[in-house]
């Protein structure tokens, strides 16, 4: 099997991508798990132009419209959907319409404040993937460019990044991030900075030390006699060829900063005035001792299934990706 | 190894500089007023000036001579006049579009410069103020100091001219607020001319150089003293040594109950690994991960305390209070160190040695229990070690949850009301231990296996 898997590579050339792509898509849970994302990635671009629009339209959106007489709606498929009101006979089309459009309306019922609980659920799909994608973009380049320098330049500069992020990782994560959200006040902007500033660490160190295993490969050394420049190496030699760590990294990392986010928001200190499914879960809380659990129940299933994909899809990106676990097998 | 142990020490402390600068950085240098955000701004300058006294926040940042006050309540007069809102004569002139929004002052008139409350007696002051102001007019700056030569108190008149200019102009007056600082009645003349006036400042004068927020918290550590929290009045090192107990009652148990059944179950793994059991626990385990904490806490409290009525629902009275947030940390933590210790496991399993051993005819169990589970200790031990730190900080959900009157319950409710110092000294107090446990490990390491080699 292994002697085969080498022989079939030299004979196609295949790169690191095309590689694990392929072993990728033969495994099932993994292209599973891939399906799950993107449809929660399709419902989190939906949330966002729904949100646009509104926004545009000067109009307060429907998941923020409160109706008073609608409050605590049960999941409208628990209704009977084609009870009628009216002792009538009506036709069987009718009592059809009628049952569907019941059904349409509030498909997972309505909060305290008569607010639809699945359009609320969907925007916090929105708000989650925004914080995933800027605690990203905050804590990838950060993790990658330190981990990078570190790795290359040895000496004071790696004896200075090893230092910041020590430092950094002495720190207890969550009362970091915490103390981080409140000083920059509450609001979006402090969740990510608190996430995105604390949980760099991990993927610097793991960076640094690819790079120091590179930095001494006879292409590094090529690139070094042909004269070029310390930055290009960095970026366009050896970069590419640690990035499956980026990959894998982010993978984990995503699902992390969700949680983190569901926790602050929970904790009043995230997300103002928007449906996150952490203050979701806040508002349920309370409502669930009273027998409505709808509203919980569908942030916490939310919540619970793209984590669920991104650990599970992580998993398999790394048993893909990494060389070493193809090796031991 | 007692060259090591002590290298190792040396190396500690920049870590441990480094975590005094963060937390410094972030309460001190980035946070804004911590007066402002604890107090809020229905409060009067004077509490906020003695609130930041208290803390020495004061002071100047790291270096300087000097300091910002709330003597004199800083305006850009780009909105309105600012203080001196109030004050007949004065007019407001905005011009924000050249950023040059500026007061004027009419002739012929003596103005009382607004205060918020006295200076503090004793100390050297100074104006600053950038002015504009024709050469036909003056102005100048006077202020009645009070001196006392026994028992009787004689008033010195203090004027200080400023110069005319053309030109937007900075100047700086000092004076000295004496030893009867509400007697000083300042004033500002202005003769001939009106004064323009675009920016008024009044700053402080710190004792020496060195007298700033950085050396003020660093003293401040080196006393071991903590600060006060604003919202109990109690000093932190008490509020922590009395929070610590329950919440190493919480975690203590959830830590080690959670670590041997993630070993056992793990050891399972490795024995079964890859058959139905195996797979089916690594499922299990990632489902576990995937859970949010938040949600085991609050359907675990709903269900099991609340409908089921096992268990206690708030509180922390007798033992039985512990019990379900101790099963509910020990099921929320178990995937995380299922899959962990199964990696650790599994990873001795292709070692050299257990082969040697299977070769020579032991059996499954006995490889296990004699040979993996004691080479894989050595991991085992270090994750121990490490774990130590976040011990002391308890579960910050679980007690706020169940009401348990740990550090957790202390550190939000000291985030719900921004509580500086408690949090800064959770936070300081965690990171000293969490490198004091790395120490610690690096020894152990050392000690327990020789193949690490003492650089």
Known sequence: ?329 | MFNYVFRRILQMIPTVFGVILITFVLFNVVGGSPALMTLGRHVSPQMLEEFDEIRGFNKPLILGLWAETRTYEVSDFKRNAGPWREVDGVTHHPDTDRDHSHIILAPDMEYAIPLAFPPRAGTSFRWTLEYRLSSDGSASFIYDKPESEENDISFKKRRIDIPYSDRWRKITLPFNAGEQPDELNMRLTVEGAPIEIMAMELERRADHILDSQFVFFIRQLARMDLGTSHVTNQPVTRMIREGIGPSLKLTVPIFFVGLFMAISLSLICAFYRNSMMDRMFIVLAVALMSINYLVWIVVGQYLLAYQLGWFPVWGFETITYLALPIIIGVISGLGTDLRFYRTVMLDEMYKEYVRTAFAKGMGRGGVLFKHVLKNAMITVITNIIIAIPFLYTGSLLLESFFGIPGLGYMGIEAINSSDVDVIRAIVLIGAVLYVAANLLTDICYAWVDPRVQLK
């Open chain 1, 1 to 329: 099997m292994t002697t085969h898997a080498i022989h079939r590579d030299k004979q196609t050339g295949k790169s690191l991508w095309a590689d694990a792509w392929s072993r990728l898509r033969h495994n099932r849970l993994a292209m599973f798990c891939l399906l799950v994302v993107i449809l929660y990635t399709g419902v989190a671009m939906y949330g966002e132009i729904v949100y646009r629009w509104h926004q545009w339209h000067d109009v307060t959106p429907p998941y923020q419209r409160t109706n008073m007489e609608l409050q605590y709606l049960p999941p409208s498929f628990l209704l009977s959907p084609f009870a009628v009101d009216d002792g009538e006979e009506v036709s069987s089309l009718k009592q059809a319409v009628t049952g569907i459009s019941n059904l349409m309306r509030h498909p997972l019922g309505t909060d305290g404040l008569g607010r639809d609980v699945f359009q609320r659920m969907i925007q916090g799909t929105r708000i989650a993937y925004m914080v995933g994608i800027v605690t990203s973009l905050i804590a990838l380049p950060i993790g990658v460019v330190l981990g990078c320098m570190a790795g290359y330049f040895g000496r004071r500069v790696d004896d200075f990044i090893v230092w910041i992020y020590t430092t950094f990782a002495s720190i207890p994560g969550l009362l970091f991030i915490l103390a981080i959200a409140m000083v920059v006040g509450q609001g979006l902007l402090g969740v990510y900075l608190g996430i995105g500033l604390t949980m760099w660490v991990g993927l610097c160190r793991l960076i640094r030390g690819e790079v120091i295993k590179h930095k001494e490969r006879p292409y590094v050394t090529a690139a070094h006699a042909l004269g070029l420049g310390h930055f290009r190496i960095i970026f366009r030699h050896i970069l590419p060829n640690v990035f499956h760590v980026v990959i894998v990294s982010f993978t984990l990392f995503f699902p992390a900063a969700i949680s983190t986010e569901v926790f602050l928001s929970f904790l009043g200190i995230g997300v103002e005035g928007e449906p996150s499914w952490g203050i979701m879960i806040s508002n349920a809380r309370l409502r669930l001792w009273h027998g409505i659990w709808w509203e919980m129940a569908a942030a916490t299933t939310a919540l619970f299934f793209i984590v669920l994909a991104f650990n599970l899809l992580g998993d398999a990106i790394r048993d893909a990706l990494d060389p070493r676990l193809r090796t031991g097998k």
